[in-house]
């Protein structure tokens, strides 16, 4: 059986990038992180970060340095969830929201790596995750 159990993102600095995305998802970071290796447990699956000495940072949208990743956040509400990252170190890049006020948003963490604030119309949330919308 084949189960999805990191999803592992290579920095600098661990602690530093897991602060980043500990506050973004508001879960705290896991116990016995260290310099070398940090986590945030999302159920069965953890966000992780490992130390690379000789980082990177990918350069979206250059394809010579490309994002090889992204992460997207499904949010209630755009404006709100913009300004809260803004202050936490990320940066906007891009902006496909339309006039409905539904669309996506792509920024970079603190150390360039690309992740998106999303907002589709009809999603619900739960206590297991989204409930998306029936598609006609």
């Known amino acids: 059986m084949l189960r999805l159990t990191d999803f592992i993102i290579d920095c600098p600095d661990t602690m530093k990038l897991a602060a980043f995305y500990s506050e973004v998802t508001s879960r705290p970071i896991k116990e016995g992180s260290s310099e070398d290796w940090a986590g945030i447990q999302f159920g069965e699956i ?62 970079t963490d603190p150390i360039g790596h690309p992740f998106c604030l999303c907002r589709n119309k009809g999603v619900i949330w739960t206590d297991q995750g989204p409930i998306w919308p029936k598609r006609n």
Request: no cysteine; glycine share 6%; net charge negative.
């Open 46 to 107: 953890e966000l992780a970060f490992i130390r690379v000495d000789d980082y990177r940072a990918p350069q979206w949208p250059d394809s010579e340095h490309p994002k090889q990743y992204h992460l997207d956040f499904e949010v209630d509400e755009i404006e709100s969830e913009q300004r809260r990252v803004l202050d936490l170190g990320a940066t906007l890049r891009q902006d496909f929201i339309g006039p409905n006020g539904y669309g996506w948003q792509v920024y």
